[in-house]
C-alpha cells in the first residue's frame, strides 16, 4: 500500500466502473458490483486490490496472486486462480495505468495563492536547524536537528529528513525519507515521478508513481543530480553513497552501502547495486541488472548484462575490463596495419 | 519576424551604421543612408532586412532572396541579385552576429529592486490554478485553468501555458508557448539561449536567439531538462512526447508526436524527429539529422547520419542494430583469439 | 592559504590532538603540545602546516617541503626532512581529510530563520544592476554595475561578480570570483563541493573543499550545467570560454581562454585546456590531463590521456580522428563479410 504520508487513495471502484475505466472487459458479468479499494502489484495484492499482468515473467506470480481483480491480456486470462476477476484488454498496462490514475489522481490545484506561511504550520524543524530564504517546507514535513537548508529550497508534503543534514541552495525534495548527516548539493532533485507510461501510438498513458526514495544515513547526492521516486517500491540509497554532480537514478534502483557513482551516469529502473559499487563517469546501466559487490564500471561503459561480484568491466555493450583493453588495442593494431 | 510577444526590436539603422557595426565594407557606398528595420534568414528577408550568407549551401537562398542587404564574403558577393546591397567581411557570420545584437539588445538592467509584484500586474492566471509559495510570474504571461504551479518556479514574460499543466519546483520557463496537459518537472531549463556564436579567436560572438519553444499538448519535459529556444524558427515539442531527466534538446530541434526520448540524451541543434521516435539513454544526435517515424536509436548510440524511419540503430558512429550486434561480437571473438 | 573570504580556520591545534583526529601516531612524541595552524599542501606548506602524502609521485615534493607536520605511511616516513613531525597512518589520506574537516568544519546552522533581508546588509550591488524577485545574495557579496541577476538566484557570501553579468533565474554562485560580461544561464551550480573523499570501506571521508571557482571575462555557461569549486587550488575558466547546457567541470579544472564545452560533456578534476580547446557533446576527459591549445575532441569521446596541441581525436579511448575513422570503416568492412 503506498505510504499514505504521500498518497492518498480515492475510491472505491466498483469492477463495472474499473472495467470502463480501463476499456478492458469483466468476464465475471455477475462482480460489476463488488468493491475493489487499492492497486497493487501480484505478488501483495489481497482480495481488495486490483493488479495487472503484462509481463509474461510475472505469470507465476498472477497463478499465485491473492488480488481480487487483475488487468490481463485476453490470452492470458486462462491461467487465472479462483476467485480472481478478470478485466480483458489486449492492452493490459494501458488498462492498468488508467486505473491506477483512478486510484492516485494528480493532486487537484490548490487554487490561487492565499496567505500562507513558507514553512507549513505543520511541518516539524528540529532544534538549531537553519532554514534558508525563500526555503518552502511542505505540510507534515519533518527535519531534524542542526540541519541547513538552503536558501529556495523546496521541501515536500510529508518529507523527513534527518539530523544533521545539509540541503544546497535551489534543491527540491518530495516522495522521500532521508538519513542523518546527508549531504545533497544544490539544485539536485529527488522523488519527481519515474519514467513510467503505458506506450501507447494514441497516446503515452502515465502510470502514477506511488513509491519513495529512501536515503540512508551520510549520503551525498551532487549538484543537479535527479533520484526518481519507485513506481510502487521504493528507490533506495545506502548508507555512505557518494552520488556526484548531475547523476540520473531510475525509479526502483536499488544502490547498496558505500557505492561511488561519478558525474553523468545514468542507472535505468530496477537496478540493483550491492555494497561498495564504483561506476566510473558518464557510465550507463540498462535496467532490471544486478551488479555485484565491489564490482567497478569503467567510465563510459554501457552496461548491458548483470556484472558479477569483484569484477571490473568497461565498454559498450560492457565486458570485462582487460578483455576490452584487449580489443582496443587489436582494433588498433589492424588499423595501422590496412592503412599502410 | 521574431515574435513580439518577447522580442522588441531596435533600430531602424542606415547601411552605413550596420557596416560599421559589423566591421563590413558597404559595395554601394551611395545606399549608405538606406534604412534597415530587422533582421532576416535569406528566404524570409524582405526588401527592409538584413541577412547573411556564411554556409555555401545557401547560396541558391542567397541568389534568390528579396533581402534589402546581405552579410557576404568578398568571393561570393558576385552572386546577388540586382537591388541588395552588400556588407562584405571575410567574417560574415561574426558580422550578422553584431547586426543581429544591435537590432536585439540583450535586455537592459531594470535597476535596483523596487517593491513588485511576484505575480506581474498583467499576467493573466485561469480559475483554479494553484501558484506555489515564492513563484514569479512575468508580464503578460498568461497561464490556463488547474494548473499547478510549484513553488519557487519562474515564468517569463509573454509565455503562455494551457489548462491543467503542472510545473514542478524550481523550474524556469522563457520565450515558449506550452500546451494542456503539460507536466514540467523540477528543474527543468525551458527557452533558455541556444549554443549560438561565431567562433572568433578574437573572442566568440554571441548570436542573439530569437526564436521560441513551442511544447505541444501532453508533453513530460524531465527534472532538470534544458530545451533550448530557438535561435530564430522555432524548437518544437510534438504532442504527447516524454522527455525523461537531464535530456539536452538544442536550438531549431523539431520533435514530432509521441517521441521517448530516455535520460541524458543529447539532441544537437536543428535535427529533426518525425512521430514516435525513441531515444535509449545518454543517446547523442548530431546537428542537422532527421530521424525517420518510428526509428529506435539505443542507448549510449552516437548517431551521425540521416536514420531511415522504422530502423533500429545503436553505436557510435551508429549503425543499423544487428550490425552493431555483429561488430560487438566478432570483435569479442578476434580478443579471444589474439590472447590464446 | 584558503581564501579568507570563504573561509575560516578553527584551531590551532596541537600535534597530539591532530594525531587523534587522524587515528595517527605521532613518531615524535615529545612534540605533542607543538601547535599547527593550518592545512597545506607539501609544495607551499610552512612550519605552521600540516601537509599530507598519499600519492607516491609527490615523494620528491614531501623530501623538500618544509611542512610542520606531514600526514604518511609507515612505510614513508623514513624520507621525512629533519624538523617534520611524523603522523603516521595506514591510511594517511583519510587521517589528512579528518584533520581538514578539524581546521575546515562544515559551517554551523544559524538556527531558526529571523527577519533577514534577501540582499544581505553587507553586500555592496553596483549601480543599475538588477535583482529578480526572490534572489538572495550573501554577506560581504559585491556584484557589478549594470548586471542582471534572475529571480530566485542564490549568490552566496562573499562571491564576486564584474559588470555586465548576467546570471539567469534559480542559478546559485557560491565560493567564486566572477569576471565581467560574464553570463552564467538557468540553473547552473558554480561552486559546489568539488568529489572529494578519502574512500573507506567503513564509510568514505569527506575532504574539505577550500578553494574556488575563478571566472574570467566573457564567459557563458549554460543552463544546470556544474562546476565545482577547487579542493585547495581553484578551479578556472579562462575569458571567453563557451560553456554549453549540462556539462560537468570538476574540481581544479583549468580551462584556457576561448574553449568551446557542448552540452552534457564532462571534465574529471584536475585536467587542463590549454586556450581553444573544442568538445564535441557529450565528451568525457580523464582527471590530471593536458589538452594541447587549439586542440579538437570529438563528440562522446572518452579521452584517457594527454592531447597534442592542435590534434583531433574521436572514439573510446580516444585516438586520432582519422585512425577512429579508419577503426569504424575496417570493424564494419569485417562485419559485413562474416555475415555473408
Redesign the interface.
Known sequence: MPDRRFYSVSGPFTLAELAEVAEAKLLQAESGTRLVRDVAPLDTATPDDVSFLDNPRYADAFRQSRAGACVVHPDRAGGAPAGMAMLVTTTPYRGYARIAQAFYP????????TA?D??DATAR?GD???????A?IGARAEIGK???I???V?I?PGVVIGDHA?V???A?L?YCLVGAHV?I???A?IG??G?G?A?D?R??V?VPQLGRVIIGD?V?V???S?I?RGSGPDTVIG??C?I???V?I?HNVRLGR?C?I???T?I?GSTVLED?VVIG??G?L?GHLRIGAGAQIG??A?VLRDVAPRTSVG???A?PLR?WL???A???R???K??D
Open positions: 494528480d493532486p487537484a490545484p490548490a487554487g490561487r495563492p500562507r513558507a514553512i524543524i538549531g536547524t537553519e532554514i534558508g530564504l525563500g518552502v542542526s540541519c541547513r538552503g536558501a529556495g523546496v515536500g545539509r544546497g541552495p535551489g527540491s518530495a549531504r548539493f544544490a539544485g532533485r519527481e515521478d519514467f507510461f506506450p501510438p497516446g503515452h502515465r551520510d551525498e551532487g549538484a543537479n535527479t526518481d548508507d555512505g557518494r556526484d554532480n548531475l540520473q531510475g558505500g561511488v561519478v558525474a553523468q545514468g535505468s561498495h563517469g558518464q550507463g540498462a567510465a563510459q554501457g565498454g559498450t555493450p565486458m578483455q584487449r580489443q582496443s587489436i582494433l588498433a589492424l588499423a595501422r590496412r592503412s
